[in-house]
């Protein structure tokens, strides 16, 4: 095998990445994505990579707090933020309640979208309790409110995480459980979503 050239002068740098709260230093060239790094450099490998190019959402981790899919970003722009994958969710050996959700309904088949489903699912569940509106919000007025996080804003909010093994009925409920509601319409729902449970809200705050 043809010796991996050295990388040429200014392609390449040392950066220090804080992921679940932990920091690691490491030499990375430029041009090496977060997702890379994690999986590739640091053997964090939670975090699975999909499409590679934005699609799918099987990368996301949590950037400060906030969604983000790790195979876009590269990862020298991650220095100096907190990043959040799924090894560092749980606490110790208690799963996080959004995880123990996806396991408590199933909301997964062969697993490989979940890591990405879950973190996804944590900052939906942080967005609409800071107000946030989505594009299934009908009333996107300040002084409406949060809209209540029905099943259509869940599978809206969570749109940009594809499930091939299509376990979205079960994903929209455990996002719903793990929110401190229930989204008892998430069945019928998915069986004719041209009709999705319009005025079929869930209720309740959003823990
Ligand atoms: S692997 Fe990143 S979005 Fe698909
Ligand atoms: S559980 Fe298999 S891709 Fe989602």
């Known amino acids: 095998m043809a010796p991996v050239p050295a990388p040429a002068p200014g392609t390449s740098s040392v950066i220090t990445l804080n992921i679940n709260g932990e920091k690691h230093t490491l030499p990375v060239d430029h041009r090496t994505t977060l997702l890379d790094a994690l999986r590739e450099h640091l053997d964090l490998t939670g975090s699975k990579k999909g ?3 934005g699609q799918c959402g099987a990368c996301t981790v949590l950037l400060d707090g906030r ?4 195979c876009l970003q590269f990862a020298v722009a991650a220095e100096g933020r907190e990043v959040t994958t799924i090894e560092g969710v749980a606490e110790g050996e208690r799963l ?5 959700a996806f396991l408590d309904l199933d909301g997964y088949q062969c697993g490989y979208c979940t890591p990405g489903q879950i973190c996804s699912a944590l900052g939906v569940i942080e967005e609409h309790a800071a107000g946030w509106p989505s ?3 009908a009333d996107v007025r300040p002084e409406a409110g949060p809209p209540p996080l029905s099943a259509d804003e869940i599978r809206e909010r969570m749109s940009g995480n594809l499930c091939r093994c299509g376990a979205y009925v ?4 455990a996002v719903a459980r793990a929110a401190g509601i229930e989204a008892a ?3 019928g729902a998915a069986a004719d979503p041209g009709t999705a449970d319009r005025g079929t809200e869930t209720k309740g705050a959003v823990a």
């Open 51 to 53: 499409c590679d190019q």
């Open 135 to 137: 594009a299934a919000t």
């Open 96 to 100: 996080h309640p959004v995880q123990q």
């Open 170 to 173: 079960s994903i929209v409920e």
């Open 67 to 70: 969604r983000a899919v790790s």
């Open 185 to 187: 319409d998430a069945h």
